[in-house]
């Protein structure tokens, strides 16, 4: 263990050659003193001597495998105080060469702070102005992360003044921006430039963004503790152009202020694991997340072992609800050959035999893909087809599935079904879903049905109200509602810092607008942003390395309640040719086979139509998919919005 001054110990960094380790280390030792400074608050007012480098000593110990510039940071002391800082790591997994990969990924750092001296106010002289406090602070950052002086006489750059003089105030127009502009020519990342250009000016009244400077010491000591849990998003990233295209960080599988709704779900899920069948009903307007939302936990279903059948109805469905609802079953057979061990194969094998005997034919007819599972040569496999001019009635359909799903489902491998969009669905394939649900045999099917629907979109009649009637006066099953509202403000507020990699009180302001305007509506809310984009409101600053916009402005903007004329206003400003691309695409339906488009492209009509698709799918509007390879528009509004974009009287062609 060793103590060194805090002045020492920039200097022994300098030798430090790893120039990101070299900031999470400053920014530790930055987000310590901040936590002194505000336990010495509470034992006596402050001076402004003892905000300074000469009032802190560094802890560190070495390690015999480590070089010393590796020395861990395992405390800060403030001497003035006699207050002892000790730095509890607790994702720490002991000591080793990716100890570099772990301070990358983050650290949630845990402070216990240990005083000498009682708790007072009793002092000679008053306590001084909390904005003094956090001014002063941000000279101490300065000195911390440029390893200057500012109060050196000589210049630190050209011709410009220096930051501040002896009295803590220089009056030279533009002084203060020095801050930023010195630190960013060291290298240090943006917002460490922003963070301490916003403590250096908490004194200062007559600024030109006073709302980004900081209202007290904590604040400021929350962002640097984001600085040490999120680096790979708030230091050491970039949203810099890239193909001369502003590029705005989405994070595409995070889900935003739904975490109780993603419990209810997976809650679900568990009780299907232990032998019960569970119907769930997701509600809410369009673009609220509810696919989204459903999609979340899907991960979780497969990894303990479940199979999950996922079907998403189309006003333009050609083919109608049910045949699609039998496709997705044929699906599953392909799913559950890929996922299941050769015992467990057998023992669904002998189930299905078991249950369908004879009949076996029948499954064989409804879902070719069975053969994947029961070959031909297997007992019963031979059996004499029905013959097709035959037409297989609801009854039957209801039953061969409900026997199907009653022999592959079990409590180590539960079936989740996920029915999209419901409001498109009809009567008579919800009630294969009611025959599975309600199936009367002893310990029957392990089954999660899950049914989203666009409440502002059907009426009291609809088959899904009847179908969820009817499964809680059966009482087979656990019936459960789930409405989904517009997200909360500070969610959708950690959704735009994510995206901007900036501090969420920076962004907060933002956000609020946002919010007020889209309602929290998740889908909405990230259109709006993108436009924002699109029309040069938010707008990337090559010199400060981040984004910037301006409230009053974004306040002004008029929005429509309608999220299509976002969408539809923006394709309608693209090249022709990737305008022709989403009007095909949006013909089929909500997905494509790739294979049809690739033969379009064939053709004298819509040649070049994939590299139309390809621009799509790289500005967000299509993405590809599954296997065999499907194009599908990433959300309902947009292929709405593209389909909008084909002129009535060309809809029916």
């Given at each position: 263990m060793e103590d060194m001054p805090l002045t020492k110990w920039l200097e022994a960094e300098l030798k430090n050659p790893d120039g990101k380790r070299l900031i999470i280390r400053k920014t530790t030792v930055a987000y310590a003193a901040a936590e002194l400074l505000q336990k010495a608050i509470t034992i006596a007012p402050l001076s402004a001597n003892k905000i300074s480098l000469d009032n802190f000593v560094v802890r560190t110990k070495k390690w015999q495998h480590l070089p010393s510039s590796a020395a861990d940071i395992v405390g800060v002391d403030m001497i003035s105080e006699k207050l002892s800082l000790t730095i509890i790591d607790p994702s720490d997994r002991g000591r080793s060469s990716s100890r570099d990969?772990?301070?990358?990924?983050?650290?949630?750092?845990?402070?216990?702070?240990?005083?000498?001296?009682?708790?007072?106010?009793?002092?000679?002289?008053?306590?001084?102005?909390?904005?003094?406090?956090?001014?002063?602070?941000?000279i101490l950052l300065y000195q911390i992360y440029s390893n200057l002086d500012p109060f050196l006489e000589n210049k630190l750059e050209g011709n410009e003044p220096t930051l501040l003089d002896h009295g803590g105030v220089k009056t030279e127009k533009g002084g203060l921006r020095l801050t930023y502009s010195t630190l960013r020519e060291l290298g240090s990342p943006p917002n460490i430039c922003m963070l301490v250009q916003n403590f250096a000016e908490c004194k200062f009244d007559n600024l030109p963004s006073p709302r980004n400077t900081y209202s007290s010491l904590k604040e400021g000591s929350n962002d640097l503790?984001?600085?040490?849990?999120?680096?790979?998003?708030?230091?050491?990233?970039?949203?810099?152009?890239?193909?001369?295209?502003?590029?705005?960080?989405l994070q595409k599988n995070k889900l935003y202020g739904r975490d109780h709704e993603v419990s209810l779900i997976s809650d679900a899920f568990s009780t299907v694991c232990a032998g019960e069948s569970v119907a769930?009903?997701?509600?809410?307007?369009?673009?609220?997340?509810?696919?989204?939302?459903?999609?979340?936990?899907?991960?979780?279903?497969?990894?303990?072992?479940?199979?999950?059948?996922?079907?998403?109805?189309?006003?333009?469905?050609?083919?109608?609800?049910?045949?699609?609802?039998?496709?997705?079953?044929?699906?599953?057979?392909?799913?559950?050959?890929?996922?299941?061990?050769?015992?467990?194969?057998?023992?669904?094998?002998?189930?299905?035999?078991?249950?369908?005997?004879?009949?076996?034919?029948?499954?064989?007819?409804?879902?070719?893909?069975?053969?994947?599972?029961?070959?031909?040569?297997?007992?019963?496999?031979q059996q004499i087809p029905v013959q097709d001019g035959t037409r297989m009635n609801l009854q039957s359909v209801c039953f061969i599935l409900q026997h199907f799903i009653r022999a592959v489902s079990s409590k180590s491998h539960p079936v989740m079904i996920f029915l999209d969009d419901l409001q498109w669905c009809n009567s008579m394939t919800l009630k294969v879903i009611q025959h599975i649900l309600c199936d009367n045999a002893?310990?029957?099917?392990?089954?999660?049905?899950?049914?989203?629907?666009?409440?502002?979109?059907?009426?009291?009649?609809?088959?899904?109200?009847?179908?969820?009637?009817?499964?809680?006066?059966?009482?087979?099953?656990?019936?459960?509602?789930?409405?989904?509202?517009?997200?909360?403000?500070?969610?959708?507020?950690?959704?735009?810092?994510?995206?901007?990699?900036?501090?969420?009180?920076?962004?907060?302001?933002?956000?609020?607008?946002?919010?007020?305007?889209?309602?929290?509506?998740?889908?909405?809310?990230?259109?709006?942003?993108?436009?924002?984009?699109?029309?040069?409101?938010?707008?990337?600053?090559?010199?400060?390395?981040?984004?910037?916009?301006?409230?009053?402005?974004?306040?002004?903007?008029?929005?429509?309640?309608?999220?299509?004329?976002?969408?539809?206003?923006?394709?309608?400003?693209?090249?022709?040719?990737?305008?022709?691309?989403?009007?095909?695409?949006?013909?089929?339906?909500?997905?494509?086979?790739?294979?049809?488009?690739?033969?379009?492209?064939?053709?004298?009509?819509?040649?070049?139509?994939?590299?139309?698709?390809?621009?799509?799918?790289?500005?967000?509007?299509?993405?590809?998919?599954?296997?065999?390879?499907?194009?599908?528009?990433?959300?309902?509004?947009?292929?709405?919005?593209?389909?909008?974009?084909?002129?009535?009287?060309?809809?029916?062609?």
């Open positions: 990969a772990k301070e990358d990924a983050g650290r949630n750092l845990v402070v216990s702070i240990s005083s000498c001296l009682p708790t007072s106010s009793d002092s000679g002289f008053e306590q001084i102005k909390e904005s003094t406090i956090c001014h002063l602070f941000g503790h984001l600085l040490l849990r999120h680096p790979n998003k708030l230091l050491f990233t970039s949203n810099a152009p890239e193909d001369g295209q502003l590029q705005l960080r769930l009903f997701v509600g809410g307007f369009s673009g609220s997340g509810k696919t989204s939302l459903v999609e979340s936990v899907m991960a979780s279903v497969n990894a303990s072992g479940g199979y999950v059948l996922a079907q998403k109805f189309d006003q333009l469905s050609r083919g109608g609800p049910l045949l699609e609802l039998i496709s997705a079953f044929d699906r599953l057979c392909v799913l559950i050959q890929s996922r299941t061990s050769p015992q467990d194969l057998q023992i669904i094998v002998d189930r299905l035999t078991e249950t369908f005997g004879v009949d076996l034919s029948l499954l064989r007819r409804l879902l070719p893909k069975v053969d994947g599972l029961v070959p031909p040569s297997t007992k019963f496999g002893s310990g029957a099917s392990n089954c999660l049905f899950v049914g989203s629907y666009r409440s502002n979109e059907v009426s009291p009649n609809h088959a899904l109200f009847r179908l969820k009637k009817e499964l809680e006066a059966s009482k087979k099953c656990s019936v459960q509602k789930l409405m989904l509202d517009g997200v909360k403000c500070e969610d959708l507020n950690t959704l735009v810092s994510d995206a901007l990699s900036l501090f969420p009180r920076v962004t907060r302001g933002l956000s609020s607008i946002i919010h007020e305007k889209t309602e929290g509506n998740p889908f909405f809310f990230l259109e709006f942003l993108r436009s924002l984009v699109d029309r040069g409101l938010l707008q990337y600053s090559m010199g400060l390395e981040r984004w910037e916009w301006d409230e009053d402005l974004i306040r002004l903007e008029k929005i429509t309640n309608n999220v299509l004329f976002l969408l539809a206003n923006k394709m309608s400003r693209m090249r022709m040719e990737v305008q022709m691309a989403l009007k095909v695409l949006s013909s089929f339906g909500n997905e494509v086979n790739e294979k049809i488009i690739t033969y379009l492209n064939t053709t004298s009509q819509f040649v070049d139509i994939l590299s139309g698709v390809e621009e799509a799918i790289s500005d967000g509007f299509v993405s590809k998919v599954g296997e065999p390879l499907c194009y599908v528009f990433v959300h309902d509004k947009v292929r709405e919005a593209a389909y909008s974009l084909i002129p009535d009287d060309a809809k029916d062609e």
